[in-house]
């Protein structure tokens, strides 16, 4: 498994070599959103797509029926986060989901960790909301689950347990 993480606050400008060039739907959906910081979150969401996975058009990406990006032309399976300061793309030769979240006074360590381990697990079955947080059992050995923290932030990926 690989891990790679982009602080929002490290794009600077286009044309910087912080910002690669990007396909222009990944451009006009990141000046869609309202806030400064969600346009940011969407560009490192392309930047990380693009510097690991190569990705440089949109129809390099196709998605499943739930949602759950994969490579067009084949690779590495991947899932990608975003929140806070943070934008995280995993990878992994078998399926993978990954959740980051900040730690707030609202949502501390202990609930979040539960959360990004929910929200990890759904991104890694590609079913999403449709397999619905409530209904994922934490205590069991199906998933292999890790944990991590980075400045304020928490982030967890799942595999599946080799049996």
């Keep these: 498994m690989k891990i790679h993480i982009l602080n929002i606050r490290d794009i600077n400008s286009v044309g910087s070599e912080n910002f690669p060039p990007l396909p222009p739907q990944r451009l006009a959906r990141a000046m869609k959103f309202r ?7 969407c560009l490192g969401a392309g930047i990380l797509l693009h510097r690991v996975l190569g990705v440089e058009h949109d129809d390099d990406l196709l ?4 949602g759950k990006p994969f490579l067009a032309n084949g690779g590495p399976e991947f899932s990608l986060s975003h929140a806070g300061e943070y934008v995280i793309l995993v990878t992994h030769d078998t399926p993978v989901g990954v ?3 900040p730690i707030t ?3 501390d360590e202990a609930f979040l960790r539960e959360w990004t381990a929910r929200e990890a697990i759904m991104k890694l079955t590609g079913l999403g909301l449709q397999l619905g947080p409530e209904s994922i059992n934490l205590n069991t050995n199906t998933y292999k689950l890790e ?9 967890c990926t799942a595999v599946l347990s080799k049996m």
């Excluded at 806030?35 to 940011?40: G, S």
């Excluded at 998605?63 to 739930?66: A, H, R, V």
């Design 63 to 66: 998605y499943g029926p739930y």
């Design 35 to 41: 806030q400064h910081d969600d346009q940011l979150r």
């Design 99 to 101: 959740d980051i979240e």
């Design 105 to 107: 006074p609202e949502h």
């Design 147 to 155: 944990h991590y923290t980075i400045n304020n932030h928490i982030y």
